[in-house]
């Protein structure tokens, strides 16, 4: 269902980084969402009120909060495919993450107002009535919202889409609390015993987390997250593919919205090779980086000393003494300045977010004894950097 949908309504579906396209996904499965949750409202509220149960009214106006964020998302799909103008010249995408928080606070609200009525509903309980059509219908409830948490976690993996995805884990925490109210019911049923207002309570708190969740996971873009691994491999991997780059660090990506990103990053050339030769070489990197993922990549070049006996050799020490520091820091912008009696080793050292004030100025002064150790001649001139890529998940 899911391709056959995007075959009919997304034009160039496979174009996955042009802004069209994504804009094309983004208002399909806003449809979707509308149609579908509009449908699974106006069921579950029929047949609450039928059966006088604030679990099911509570489902079903859960539903109705995703339909409006299914609207909202509507929108914000087709605002943030507006192209870059004079006053927003990386363009609309980050309308696509204020959207979504505007669904998270929505989605929030709802369940704060439901988790008043539950609490009302367990300190007046009202009698319930039961219907096997009505256990048969909630649990078709659930097997569309499966539908719908397939359907956007598979759109938002083929855009890397955060929304989506977000969407995608709201729709799964729908099947929870539908489940939750069908078991509700059927204790009633069978029992005779009214848990409906503690049922209330339960799908009341996971709407708040699902909204909770959600607004985690688009406000983190909005104030600037760090890359994920992966990016960054794929990125450093790609820069440094290229004949005449020797590695490349401080890889920094600004977002602008899904598919719409900024980077720099510094790409190591030969001090020996003619600089014309290697601005040529970044220039291509630059244009091919655009077509490749779609993306501004400024790069800065730095020369390093690649037959220099002398600069080496004390690159290695320094490169020991730092491992046996801490494995995790690497070190770049190596160069040496020589005197007679004491030669300067310059270089920035990239570290952890974990060290602080403290531990960082205890952690250069091992680095400057351990390297003194080796010889008395040498002094270290160290720059701390921090990393921009984020930690490995798992």
Request: charged share 20%; glycine share 6%.
């Amino acid at each position: 269902m899911t391709d056959f949908l995007v075959r009919h309504f997304v034009k160039n579906s496979e174009k996955v980084n042009d802004i069209h396209v994504r804009t094309a996904y983004g208002q399909l499965a806003g449809i979707v969402g509308i149609i579908c949750n509009l449908t699974l409202f106006t069921a579950k509220l029929v047949i609450g009120v039928l059966l006088r149960s604030i679990s099911v009214m509570a489902d079903a106006f859960n539903n109705l909060s995703d339909a409006a964020s299914s609207i909202i998302s509507f929108v914000g799909a087709k605002l943030a495919g507006k192209p870059a103008d004079e006053d927003h010249p990386f363009g609309h995408g980050r309308i696509e993450y204020i959207s979504a928080c505007i669904v998270a606070f929505l989605v929030i609200q709802v369940g704060f107002t439901l988790f008043q009525q539950s609490i009302g509903k367990i300190r007046e309980p009202e009698d319930m009535s039961f219907s096997l059509i009505s256990l048969a219908i909630l649990a078709l409830s659930i097997g569309v919202k499966l539908w719908m948490s397939v359907f956007n976690r598979k759109l938002g993996k083929r855009i890397h889409s955060s929304v989506m995805k977000a969407t995608a884990a709201d729709a799964l925490g729908d099947v929870c609390t539908t489940a939750a109210t069908v078991f509700s019911l059927a204790v009633y049923g069978i029992w005779n015993v009214n848990l409906d207002g503690i049922v209330g309570l339960v799908v009341s708190v996971v709407v708040m987390i699902a909204g909770v969740n959600i607004a985690r996971e688009t406000l983190a873009p909005l104030i600037g997250e760090a890359i994920s691994p992966d990016v960054y491999k794929k990125i450093t991997s790609f820069v440094e593919s290229y004949d005449g780059i020797l590695g490349s660090h401080d890889l920094i990506v600004h977002n602008y919205g899904p598919s719409r990103s900024m980077a720099s990053i510094h790409a190591e050339v030969s001090n020996e090779e003619p600089i014309e030769v290697s601005h040529e070489i970044i220039d291509r990197i630059e244009r091919e980086a655009m077509r490749e993922f779609g993306m501004t990549l400024v790069i800065h070049m730095d020369p390093v000393a690649v037959n220099d006996e002398h600069v080496l050799q004390y690159r290695r020490i320094v490169d020991k003494v730092v491992k046996q520091v801490d494995q995790s820091i690497s070190i770049h912008d190596f160069r040496m300045v020589n005197g007679e009696d004491n030669i300067n080793l310059i270089f920035d050292a990239v570290v952890s977010y974990r060290y602080d004030g403290k531990q960082l100025a205890l952690l250069r002064r091992q680095i400057i004894d351990g390297v003194k150790a080796e010889d008395p001649r040498l002094s270290c001139v160290i720059t701390i950097d921090r990393s921009y890529m984020g930690e490995e998940n798992g």
